[in-house]
């Protein structure tokens, strides 16, 4: 017998293996389907563990994968739309509409005649009046949004003219650039990296051109010698043109951002005033509802993109819809801080460190040397890249806890400076600062590799 099939026996049996585990809480399948790949993995070593070994592999194994498993964590990075975390953290109102939509809700039904109706009609008028628009409406995020409008504007004529300094790469796989290509318009750059004028859009227009396209720079800035043009410029040399121009604003700041970010965010209804045919922006950046993306603007434009076939794939499913409804009232009735978005950006310091004192004073008794802090936050999503939010952290020691602090009950996400693990509280929710103290004495008391599933 060769050596090579000796260790294929002494490889457990995934019935075996499934016996001393024990009881499970995760689906049986899933389970079996670690354990076969485990024990596949251990028939490829030289050696195989002894089976005691083998079985803690399959446990490791097992709780990595739960660890994938989609779950609150607590924000302390300081990072206000944090696209890891999942971006916006949902109002009372936008929660309230999910639930109400969950079941059987009149979603395409006009409950006045009792008959079928078209879809997302309320909400669609609310983010019209809120983006002082003629009409608006949805798509699944806001890269479906610039889609949409880019194969709608360049079916006839497909060039799209575009400044150099805005081929921008926003996140993970959104590049401009790509996004045109993947569309099918033909992208027709104008200006140079740093400069663009008016006199680069409008040498550059032909007969082919169908569209100017304005992309907001989101995640980064210039300085220094740099030019470009601005929406209203644009928008006057479009109408003469009789081209339509299409601004993508990245964030959609519902209301100004001057007061707590210190420069100002153009508004979906600054850019429209302007004279842009249609504006288009993320339903989970600064509007700090769920992703989906809105378009918003003239409203035969906005009709004529919703009759395209293509609308049907991006359309927005009803838990979308009733949380964007809840979102967009909100906003609506002034009560931007009922958003989580805008109350963590524009949380006051004071009250900030208040709960940083009192957490403080709860961990006093443990080996964390926990102390008050100085951060700064930034709103994140590639929203207002500048902006530095003076913000006020939990500190603690040492730096290791970060790790440990992710198996907390609820994962505590911080991050690490100067030899210790910070948690930013603008990202905290006042009702988390409880679980963020059991995170910090489980991590201190658990063990360090709590292997129980
Ligand atoms: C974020 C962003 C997008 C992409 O929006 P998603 O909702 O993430 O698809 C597109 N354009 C700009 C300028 C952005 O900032």
């Given at each position: 017998?060769t050596?090579?099939?000796?260790?294929?026996?002494a490889v457990?049996?995934?019935?075996k293996?499934?016996?001393?585990?024990?009881p499970?809480?995760?689906?049986r399948p899933?389970v079996?389907?670690?354990v076969?790949?485990?024990l596949?993995?251990l028939?490829?070593?030289r050696?195989v563990p002894e089976f005691e070994?083998?079985?803690?592999?399959?446990?490791?194994a097992?709780?990595?994968?739960?660890?994938t498993?989609i779950r609150?964590?607590?924000?302390?990075?300081?990072?206000?739309i944090?696209?890891?975390?999942?971006?916006?953290?949902?109002s009372p109102?936008a929660?309230?509409?999910?639930?109400?939509?969950?079941?059987?809700?009149?979603l395409?039904?006009?409950?006045?005649?009792g008959?079928r109706?078209?879809?997302a009609?309320?909400?669609e008028?609310?983010?019209?009046l809120?983006?002082?628009?003629?009409?608006?409406?949805?798509?699944?995020?806001g890269?479906?949004?610039?889609?949409?409008?880019?194969r709608?504007?360049?079916a006839?004529?497909?060039?799209?003219?575009?400044?150099?300094g805005?081929?921008?790469?926003?996140?993970?796989?959104?590049?401009?650039?790509?996004?045109?290509?993947?569309?099918g318009?033909?992208?027709?750059e104008?200006?140079?990296?740093?400069r663009?004028?008016?006199?680069d859009?409008?040498g550059?227009?032909?007969?082919?051109?169908?569209?100017?396209?304005?992309?907001?720079?989101?995640?980064?800035?210039?300085?220094?010698f740099?030019?470009?043009v601005?929406?209203?410029?644009?928008?006057?040399?479009?109408a003469?043109?009789?081209?339509?121009?299409?601004?993508?604003?990245?964030s959609?700041a519902?209301?100004?951002?001057?007061?707590?970010?210190?420069?100002?965010?153009?508004?979906?209804?600054e850019?429209?005033k302007?004279g842009?045919a249609?504006?288009?922006?993320?339903?989970?950046?600064l509007?700090?509802?769920?992703?989906?993306?809105v378009?918003?603007?003239?409203?035969?434009h906005?009709a004529?993109?919703k009759?395209?076939?293509?609308f049907?794939?991006?359309?927005?499913d009803?838990l979308?819809?009733?949380?964007?409804?809840?979102?967009?009232?909100?906003?609506?009735?002034?009560n931007?801080?009922?958003?989580p978005?805008?109350?963590?950006?524009?949380?006051?310091?004071?009250?900030?460190?208040?709960?940083?004192?009192?957490?403080?004073r709860a961990?006093?008794?443990?080996?964390?040397?926990?102390?008050?802090?100085?951060?700064t936050a930034?709103?994140?999503?590639?929203?207002?890249p500048?902006?530095r939010?003076?913000?006020?952290?939990?500190?603690?020691?040492?730096?290791?806890?970060a790790?440990?602090m992710?198996?907390?009950?609820?994962?505590?996400?911080?991050?690490?400076?100067?030899?210790?693990?910070?948690?930013?509280?603008?990202t905290v929710?006042?009702?988390?600062?409880?679980?963020?103290?059991?995170?910090?004495?489980?991590?201190?008391?658990?063990?360090?590799?709590?292997?129980?599933?």
């Amino acid at each position: 017998m060769t050596a090579d099939s000796t260790q294929r026996r002494a490889v457990p049996s995934v019935d075996k293996v499934l016996r001393a585990l024990g009881p499970l809480d995760q689906p049986r399948p899933l389970v079996v389907d670690i354990v076969r790949r485990e024990l596949a993995r251990l028939r490829l070593l030289r050696a195989v563990p002894e089976f005691e070994d083998a079985v803690r592999g399959v446990r490791r194994a097992l709780r990595d994968a739960a660890r994938t498993r989609i779950r609150p964590v607590i924000n302390g990075t300081g990072i206000v739309i944090h696209t890891n975390l999942g971006r916006a953290p949902l109002s009372p109102g936008a929660l309230k509409g999910i639930q109400d939509a969950a079941g059987y809700c009149n979603l395409e039904m006009d409950l006045s005649e009792g008959k079928r109706a078209g879809r997302a009609a309320y909400v669609e008028r609310a983010l019209a009046l809120l983006c002082g628009a003629e009409a608006a409406a949805l798509t699944n995020n806001g890269a479906a949004a610039l889609v949409l409008a880019l194969r709608h504007f360049t079916a006839a004529k497909p060039e799209v003219l575009i400044s150099r300094g805005e081929l921008v790469q926003i996140g993970g796989g959104f590049r401009v650039p790509e996004i045109l290509a993947a569309s099918g318009a033909v992208m027709r750059e104008v200006g140079t990296t740093n400069r663009t004028t008016l006199a680069d859009y409008t040498g550059a227009i032909g007969p082919r051109t169908g569209l100017l396209l304005q992309v907001h720079r989101s995640n980064f800035f210039m300085e220094g010698f740099v030019a470009s043009v601005g929406a209203g410029e644009l928008a006057a040399l479009a109408a003469r043109k009789r081209l339509p121009l299409v601004v993508d604003l990245g964030s959609g700041a519902p209301c100004a951002t001057d007061s707590w970010a210190g420069e100002h965010e153009p508004t979906p209804s600054e850019i429209l005033k302007e004279g842009a045919a249609l504006v288009c922006f993320s339903g989970d950046k600064l509007l700090g509802g769920p992703q989906a993306g809105v378009i918003a603007g003239k409203a035969r434009h906005v009709a004529a993109l919703k009759r395209e076939p293509f609308f049907r794939a991006l359309r927005c499913d009803k838990l979308v819809l009733a949380a964007m409804q809840g979102t967009v009232e909100e906003h609506l009735s002034g009560n931007h801080a009922a958003n989580p978005v805008q109350a963590m950006l524009s949380c006051d310091l004071a009250s900030l460190k208040r709960r940083a004192v009192r957490i403080v004073r709860a961990l006093r008794e443990l080996p964390l040397h926990a102390r008050v802090g100085e951060g700064t936050a930034q709103a994140g999503g590639g929203t207002l890249p500048r902006a530095r939010i003076p913000s006020v952290t939990v500190d603690c020691e040492p730096a290791e806890l970060a790790a440990r602090m992710r198996e907390a009950p609820t994962p505590i996400i911080g991050y690490v400076a100067g030899q210790r693990f910070r948690v930013d509280l603008r990202t905290v929710l006042p009702e988390q600062d409880r679980e963020l103290i059991a995170a910090f004495r489980h991590a201190v008391t658990a063990e360090a590799e709590p292997n129980q599933l």
